[in-house]
């Protein structure tokens, strides 16, 4: 696999991140891997990397431009000041740049806790150009995006032990979703919020997050289609 220093748009911006290809080349298609309120981490980089294993190109946005939480305090501080807009501005350009580095493309976005929240955002900003959407225990704050706009498919899969995205929250997003016709696969689990980070081994769910991610590779290659 190559890490690459950068991805750019059509006028030679370089985005935030880095970019992540296969040895096999891009036939799989791409993904836009979005953090947690963390920021850019060692385990979002090794979520990269899997999904890089995989056979996907992958694209991890860096929304906070090079700063990384160390508490939950910073973590906060850090989130409440990201500009939502800024960063559903980042996305965009970030699937884009990845549809035009290799026509033909199809590009997901995937994202945890807050990550997740904003790949819901970026779907519904989107339209076409998203091609999946894979939300990981995050739903954006009410009134912050129109998610009836979301035509991609959708896989999401929340925690039923989670008090920021809570039963009732995510039942509530099901509902709202297919009843705008939101094509949507929607999976519980008997864990915590953030239960796929495995740094964190106080709500870490081995089993959990790995029927998350089997559930996750078989959708993206399902949605994104390619050559293997």
Known sequence: MTEQAKLTTEDGAELPGFLKTPESGDGRGAVVLLHEWWGLTEQIRGVAARLTSE????????????????DPAEAQKLMSSMDRQQAVEDISRAVDALRRRAPGTKVAV?????GGALTLAAAAALDERVAAAVPFYGIPPDGAADLTKIRCPVLGHFANIDDWCTPERVDALEKHLKGA?????L???DAGHAFFNE???EVYSPQNAD???TRTVEFLRAKLGGNG
Do not use: I, N, S
């Open 55 to 70: 056979g996907f190109t992958v694209f991890a946005a860096d929304l906070y431009r090079g700063q990384v939480a160390k």
């Open 110 to 114: 995937l994202g945890f806790c807050m």
């Open 181 to 185: 016709g939101v094509p949507l696969e």
């Open 187 to 189: 999976h519980r689990y």
């Open 199 to 201: 740094q964190r081994p």
């Open 211 to 213: 029927r998350a991610w």
